[in-house]
């Protein structure tokens, strides 16, 4: 079963537009992970923020997540058209260093236009 | 490349027919797991081993489904019997326990379409 919900499940916007995309889960986690699909391809691990930090930065990427309402936010700035793709947001309910099985939500389908 | 693969990358067969998928992790990665994505939905956990012991099954893997792994390097997983609901992506994934990483990296898939 699907640990949580993307919000929103679709975005278009137009190139250099910031995408800011919402995950929420139900379970206390380890570790929540999110990660890029291009269409009919395998996932492609963006970033990982541990239940103890609140905010992570990597490039263009900037992920938050408030444990206390069980939701994450990913934010991509300055988006590029190669940034179409769909986003996943995946909890790992396991322990430090013993990475355990990724519950995955819904996913956002990101548009990205010219 | 160092990456997880997957062979084959697609496969299409008759119901009833068995099929086997294999998956070669990244070097020396001790986890390796197994994904089903069907379209329109985030991949579901089937199972996972360490090394070659098998951890943890989810109830999707129904006894139609068996996975292996072992020598704790490559895993392949047999679908018997396969029915038109066996249809998905099968992703496999692979990680390395006692660092501080728990990143899971991932292969391209196979895609199984069952006629």
Same mark, same amino acid.
């Given at each position: 079963?699907?640990?949580?919900?993307?919000?929103?499940? $679709?975005?278009?916007?137009?190139?250099?537009?910031?995408?800011?995309?919402?995950?929420?889960?139900?379970?206390?986690?380890?570790?929540?992970?999110?990660?890029?699909?291009?269409?009919?391809?395998?996932?492609?691990?963006?970033?990982?923020?541990?239940?103890?930090?609140?905010?992570?930065?990597?490039?263009?990427?900037?992920?938050?997540?408030?444990?206390?309402?069980?939701?994450?936010?990913?934010?991509?700035?300055?988006?590029?058209?190669?940034?179409?793709?769909?986003?996943?947001?995946?909890?790992? $309910?396991?322990?430090?260093?013993? $990475?355990?099985?990724?519950?995955?939500?819904?996913?956002?389908?990101?548009?990205?236009?010219? | 490349?160092?990456?997880?693969?997957? !062979?084959?990358?697609?496969?299409?067969?008759?119901?009833?027919?068995?099929?086997?998928?294999?998956?070669?992790?990244?070097?020396?990665?001790?986890?390796?797991?197994?994904?089903?994505?069907?379209?329109?939905?985030?991949?579901?956990?089937?199972?996972?081993?360490?090394?070659?012991?098998?951890?943890?099954?989810?109830?999707?893997?129904?006894?139609?489904?068996? #996975?292996?792994?072992?020598?704790?390097?490559?895993?392949?997983?047999?679908?018997?019997?396969?029915?038109?609901?066996?249809?998905?992506?099968?992703?496999? #994934?692979?990680?390395?326990?006692?660092?501080?990483? !728990?990143?899971?990296?991932?292969?391209?898939?196979?895609?199984?379409?069952?006629?």
């Amino acid at each position: 079963s699907q640990q949580g919900e993307e919000d929103p499940q $679709a975005l278009s916007i137009q190139e250099g537009e910031n995408a800011t995309m919402n995950c929420s889960y139900k379970t206390s986690i380890n570790n929540l992970q999110w990660y890029r699909q291009n269409s009919g391809r395998g996932l492609v691990h963006l970033i990982l923020i541990r239940s103890n930090e609140r905010e992570k930065h990597s490039g263009r990427l900037r992920v938050t997540l408030d444990t206390s309402k069980k939701s994450s936010s990913l934010l991509i700035t300055a988006s590029r058209a190669a940034d179409t793709a769909s986003y996943f947001c995946a909890t790992d $309910a396991g322990d430090t260093g013993t $990475a355990s099985k990724l519950t995955f939500g819904t996913g956002t389908r990101l548009q990205v236009t010219l | 490349d160092t990456g997880v693969s997957q !062979d084959p990358r697609h496969k299409i067969t008759k119901r009833g027919q068995n099929v086997t998928f294999r998956c070669d992790p990244i070097s020396e990665h001790n986890r390796l797991y197994w994904y089903r994505q069907t379209l329109g939905q985030g991949p579901e956990f089937l199972t996972y081993f360490q090394n070659e012991a098998q951890l943890e099954k989810s109830r999707l893997l129904s006894d139609r489904f068996s #996975a292996e792994r072992p020598k704790g390097s490559f895993s392949t997983l047999e679908i018997q019997r396969t029915e038109q609901g066996d249809s998905a992506m099968y992703l496999c #994934a692979s990680s390395l326990t006692g660092t501080s990483s !728990d990143t899971q990296y991932f292969g391209p898939g196979t895609r199984l379409t069952v006629l």
